[in-house]
């Protein structure tokens, strides 16, 4: 037999498949990971197909043979393969590329070593009570054999809080014959976590019925893509595990996608509670050695149930029966790294072709997702009401100009610093959002109008600095990380009039813990979730009521489930609302109906204060109505007009380079080239409404200077050829920049 390997090296040279003899007498499957002769040194490949004899009658003893191995088992499902194949072809890259995207980075390398432990077990036929009454002189050894009885092998470090130091009189059991001592693979557990004891289904709401009604059969034929839209505290995920308990009656697995880390622990909780051992976690905040142990888990059936972040829709599921996307319209389901892909498509992808059902699910679908359920690319599946019949929250906006002219400076306004006076001295917890981090957000010359800048990035600085801290604290990019000390005096004219303006969740922090001192809060942002576990730890310590106030980023605006809240502050509602994007109004509405679902989930009326610059604002009217139709209707109009997507398709070549003038020229030959294609395409050049190349948004990130050429394209089968010449452009190595295709991408910065 001879193998074709794609070798994991992504360079052009090598982006085809190679001939390798398989070694007489030994099976080398599909999708098998093996080391190989390439040249002079030895590599790793994927095997991607097997032929009888050497293509193009190559003459066998031409070619050099497979070295070994590398797992018990082949790394990469047949459907998974054929996934990478498909991106590939999409992105126009190396398929080693799209394969590095089907398997932990650290068990590429070799950088994780499986974990072994002793374990001990009883011999067959040994009778254990009789076998310890025979050592009556060598209690220990009775006290093991006792422990030994059930016939369960038994890890020797879980025997030692039992027995002191059992090695010896294990290894005396082993040499008369009554025992085995042997290593066995144990797995990393995720996150420290320990199973939970197992809970039973509640009934099901009417809604929720009728939701899974809609969808189980469908689930049983393996067929089907749904959006599931239900208000925040419906009863979604509940729905979610129904799902999940069928497909594993099945014999088929499911994947569950969650868009944040910060929403993983309290989603694994869930489904380890309902599921056990059965439920696996893939997020990028594990340990290598937890990624590679649980990705093991999976693919060597162990785990059936998959929850995780974007990534983990590459997860390998056998027999794969249902993929859940919860929170669907979030923007982290797009990956911003090369080769870019969409989870949301990769997902339907993969349910094609696996025979599973997807269901897309959001208390706020995105515009795109909820216009393809009512063109009927999706079914639509609503569930109106909340669980128990508990009403929606009452949501009240507060017109921080009014506060203003009253003379309040604060960051609070009144009715919010009342209410949360009156939710901390009754127990309950209240939660505040800003999406915004650090302490100030820029720092500015009042005499000159000096903004202070990253040397690396073209944007400006924010202000760190810890509650209640005596020092300055520190400025931050918060693209690259890059810090500096906060002048004194202006670099541009020598003024000592440096100012701070614009508030982050540190300000808030502070400004909570001097109205009410003594207050324990809880912040979330990525300045405090850096650290292993930080995320569960911090939702366990306001889940277990040792902090009253939880302020955060996006991070606590969707998905959590804490039945003590009663108070949401959306401190300043206006932040996304002003962002130069023509998806800011669909972010800002999206955020605000998100973080108010938060307040009264259990028996407690919950209530929402939001402070905004601008209450007329539509966006913010429907959000405080919490009328998703209304917003969506408005929305749509407003796209149709104004000719956005849906209705038209957003696509640039981004270049990036250290060199301002090569990343320009750049982007001006690629404009050129497009320019000509359209030239002689005249169908084509008709459904284009804009081609321009100019600066990026950000004309500098990291060092890099960025150029792009947008274009803007009517959504039709015919702009096919046109974005494959784009992927095709953006996949063209050129050492001096890099260059990107995307098609409406998550953000136009």
């Keep these: 037999?001879?193998?074709?390997?794609?070798?994991?090296?992504?360079?052009?040279?090598?982006?085809?498949?190679?001939?390798?003899?398989?070694?007489?007498?030994e099976s080398v499957p599909v999708g098998a990971r093996v080391s190989v002769?390439?040249?002079?040194?030895?590599?790793?490949?994927?095997?991607?197909?097997?032929l009888e004899a050497p293509p193009d009658g190559l003459p066998p003893e031409k070619l050099r043979s497979i070295g070994a191995m590398l797992d018990d088992c082949p790394a990469l499902l047949p459907p998974l393969l054929d996934l990478a194949r498909e991106l590939a072809a999409q992105a126009h890259c190396p398929l080693a590329e799209t394969l590095r995207l089907m398997l932990p980075a650290a068990m590429r390398t070799g950088r994780v070593k499986r974990k072994k432990a002793l374990y001990a077990r009883l011999m067959p036929g040994v009778d254990a009570e009789a076998a310890a009454q025979a050592q009556r002189r060598a209690p220990k050894r009775a006290t093991l054999?006792?422990?030994?009885?059930?016939?369960?092998?038994?890890?020797?470090?879980?025997?030692?809080?039992?027995v002191h130091q059992p090695r010896e009189a294990l290894n005396a059991l082993e040499a008369a014959g009554l025992i085995a001592l042997e290593e066995r693979e144990v797995f990393r557990a995720p996150e420290g976590e320990v199973d939970a004891a197992l809970t039973q289904p509640p009934e099901w709401t009417p809604d929720q019925r009728e939701a899974l009604d809609a969808m189980l059969p469908a689930l049983r034929r393996g067929e089907g893509a749904f959006l599931l839209h239900g208000v925040t505290g419906s009863g979604k995920t509940e729905v979610y595990?129904?799902?999940?308990?069928?497909?594993?009656?099945?014999?088929?697995?499911?994947?569950?996608?969650?868009?944040?880390?910060?929403?993983?622990?309290?989603?694994?909780?869930?489904?380890?509670?309902?599921?056990?051992?059965?439920?696996?976690?893939?997020?990028?905040?594990?340990?290598?050695?937890?990624?590679?142990?649980?990705?093991?888990?999976?693919?060597?059936?162990?785990?059936?149930?998959?929850?995780?972040?974007?990534?983990?829709?590459?997860?390998?599921?056998?027999?794969?029966?249902?993929?859940?996307?919860?929170?669907?319209?979030?923007?982290?389901?797009?990956?911003?790294?090369?080769?870019?892909?969409?989870?949301?498509?990769?997902?339907?992808?993969?349910c094609a072709r696996e025979g599973a059902t997807l269901v897309l699910s959001s208390a706020t679908p995105s515009i795109l997702s909820f216009a393809m359920a009512r063109r009927g690319d999706y079914t639509l599946v609503e569930m109106p009401r909340r669980v128990r019949g508990l009403p929606l929250p009452e949501v009240t906006v507060v017109d921080m100009r009014r506060e203003l002219e009253a003379g309040n400076r604060s960051i609070f306004s009144q009715l919010l610093i009342e209410r949360l006076g009156e939710?901390?001295?009754?127990?309950?917890?209240?939660?505040?959002?800003?999406?915004?981090?650090?302490?100030?957000?820029?720092?500015?010359?009042?005499?000159?109008?000096?903004?202070?800048?990253?040397?690396?990035?073209?944007?400006?600085?924010?202000?760190?600095?810890?509650?209640?801290?005596?020092?300055?604290?520190?400025?931050?990019?918060?693209?690259?990380?890059?810090?500096?000390?906060?002048?004194?005096?202006?670099?541009?004219?020598?003024?000592?009039?440096?100012?701070?303006?614009?508030?982050?969740?540190?300000?808030?922090?502070?400004?909570?813990?001097?109205?009410?001192?003594?207050?324990?809060?809880?912040?979330?942002?990525?300045?405090?979730?850096?650290?292993?576990?930080?995320?569960?730890?911090?939702?366990?310590?306001?889940?277990?009521?040792?902090?009253?106030?939880?302020?955060?980023?996006?991070?606590?605006?969707?998905?959590?489930?804490?039945?003590?809240?009663?108070?949401?502050?959306?401190v300043a509602a206006d932040m996304t609302l002003n962002l130069p994007d023509y998806r800011a109004p669909e972010r800002t509405f999206q955020l605000i109906t998100q973080v108010a679902g938060r307040a009264g989930r259990a028996g407690l009326p919950g209530e929402v204060i939001v402070q905004t610059y601008k209450p007329e604002d539509p966006c913010i009217r429907a959000a405080a109505a919490q009328d998703y139709r209304a917003f969506f209707e408005r929305e749509f109009s407003r796209r149709r007009a104004g000719l956005y997507p849906p209705f038209t398709l957003l696509a640039r070549l981004l270049v990036e380079s250290p060199e301002e003038e090569t990343a320009r020229q750049t982007a001006e030959r690629l404009y050129d080239v497009v320019r000509t294609y359209l030239l002689s395409h005249p169908a084509q050049k008709k459904r284009t409404l804009m081609l321009r190349a100019d600066e990026a948004p950000v004309k500098r990130i990291r060092g890099q200077f960025r150029y792009h050429v947008l274009m803007k394209l009517f959504d039709h089968p015919d702009a096919s050829p046109l974005l494959a010449l784009l992927a095709e452009l953006a996949g063209v190595e050129d050492g001096a920049c890099t260059i990107y295709c995307e098609v409406n991408p998550a953000t136009m910065m």
């Excluded at 070798?7 to 085809?16: I, L």
């Excluded at 030994?148 to 879980?158: D, F, H, Q």
């Excluded at 990705?295 to 060597?300: A, E, M, Y």
């Design 423 to 570: 939710c901390l001295r009754e127990g309950r917890q209240a939660m505040l959002f800003l999406n915004r981090r650090g302490y100030n957000t820029f720092v500015s010359c009042r005499s000159c109008g000096y903004v202070v800048k990253c040397e690396r990035c073209d944007l400006s600085m924010t202000l760190h600095r810890e509650p209640g801290g005596e020092e300055p604290g520190k400025l931050r990019c918060h693209m690259c990380g890059a810090e500096r000390t906060p002048p004194t005096t202006c670099p541009e004219c020598g003024s000592r009039y440096i100012r701070y303006f614009g508030s982050g969740t540190q300000r808030v922090e502070e400004e909570v813990r001097r109205l009410f001192p003594g207050v324990e809060t809880v912040r979330m942002d990525i300045d405090t979730t850096r650290g292993r576990d930080a995320h569960a730890k911090l939702l366990d310590r306001f889940g277990r009521g040792e902090a009253q106030v939880l302020i955060g980023t996006q991070m606590i605006a969707k998905g959590l489930d804490f039945p003590r809240v009663t108070l949401v502050g959306v």
């Design 145 to 162: 054999l006792r422990l030994l009885a059930g016939g369960a092998p038994r890890a020797v470090k879980e025997l030692e809080p039992l």
């Design 241 to 350: 595990l129904a799902m999940v308990a069928e497909a594993l009656r099945a014999g088929r697995g499911a994947i569950i996608l969650v868009p944040e880390i910060a929403l993983t622990p309290q989603m694994v909780r869930w489904f380890r509670a309902r599921f056990g051992p059965e439920t696996a976690v893939l997020h990028s905040r594990l340990t290598d050695g937890q990624r590679c142990d649980e990705w093991r888990r999976i693919r060597l059936g162990y785990a059936r149930v998959v929850v995780g972040a974007r990534s983990a829709v590459f997860a390998p599921v056998e027999n794969l029966g249902l993929i859940v996307i919860d929170e669907e319209h979030e923007q982290t389901y797009l990956s911003d790294k090369h080769p870019r892909y969409d989870a949301r498509r990769v997902a339907m992808s993969r």
């Design 37 to 50: 002769p390439l040249g002079r040194r030895r590599v790793d490949g994927i095997v991607v197909e097997l």
């Design 1 to 25: 037999m001879v193998a074709q390997v794609i070798v994991d090296v992504v360079h052009t040279n090598v982006a085809h498949p190679f001939s390798y003899l398989v070694p007489e007498g």
